[in-house]
Antibody, heavy 114, light 110 residues
Framework: QVQLHESGPGLVKPSETLSLTCTVS????????WSWIRQPPGKGLEWIGY???????NYNPSLKSRVTISVDTSKNQFSLKLRSVTAADTAVYYC?????????WGQGTLVTVS | QSALTQPASVCGSPGQPITISCTGT?????????VSWYQQHPGKGPKLMIY???NRPSGVSNRFSGSKSGNTASLTISGLQAEDEADYYC??????????FGTGTKVTVL
């Protein structure tokens, strides 16, 4: 079973870009979809988007103008960039395997915008 | 896209069954059999409990079952146990080729 691990800065300034990387171990990133999901403190889950290993992407319409998800198959990693962040983007960010349902998740990383 | 509607809280006594509803529209829950359910304990990440409306991943107790009728999906926990106390979220595919989560339900074991 694959394991996922998010990494990146835990603090981002308003108007700057949030950047996170998810490293996949125990299996290849090829042949699957890979997703980002977030959860503001004390609130519910929000789907951000996914990428197929080939590079095709699909984003939440509410975030689409600010989000880019990319993949690096040579490093078995995929990444999230969220531009022009505000305090409303403060959340635990999870990476997960899959597109429509998610069996394998990272442990999550808290990103605070302040 | 609007979040799917779930009751804020559901409670039950040990051994009793409870059902959590997840109401969407004819553009999401009602249109596709792509509803999944997640359990989340405090401070932990989500765990997949049901996918494609009623399928249970290996390792998930058979006390958990899923169903759907019209625009409403449901998660039933039969024989409620103390460890089932957690937050539960539904998720559905939508006609816009996106995914939307429910508002979340806190399950309390009395």
């Amino acid at each position: 079973q694959v394991q996922l691990h998010e990494s990146g800065p835990g603090l981002v300034k308003p108007s700057e870009t949030l950047s996170l990387t998810c490293t996949v171990s125990g299996g290849s990133i090829s042949s699957y979809h890979w997703s980002w999901i977030r959860q503001p403190p004390g609130k519910g889950l929000e789907w951000i988007g996914y990428i197929y290993y080939s590079g095709s992407t699909n984003y939440n319409p509410s975030l689409k103008s600010r989000v880019t998800i990319s993949v690096d198959t040579s490093k078995n990693q995929f990444s999230l960039k969220l531009r022009s962040v505000t305090a409303a983007d403060t959340a635990v960010y999870y990476c997960a395997k899959g597109a429509g349902w998610w069996f394998s998740w990272g442990q999550g990383t808290l990103v605070t915008v302040s | 896209q609007s979040a799917l509607t779930q009751p804020a809280s559901v409670c039950g006594s040990p051994g009793q069954p409870i059902t959590i509803s997840c109401t969407g529209t004819s553009s999401d829950v009602g249109a596709y059999d792509y509803v999944s359910w997640y359990q989340q304990h405090p401070g932990k990440g989500p765990k997949l409990m049901i996918y494609d409306v009623s399928n249970r991943p290996s390792g998930v107790s058979n006390r958990f079952s899923g169903s759907k009728s019209g625009n409403t999906a449901s998660l039933t926990i039969s024989g409620l146990q103390a460890e089932d106390e957690a937050d539960y979220y539904c998720n559905s595919y939508t006609s816009s080729n996106t995914y939307v989560f429910g508002t979340g339900t806190k399950v309390t074991v009395l």
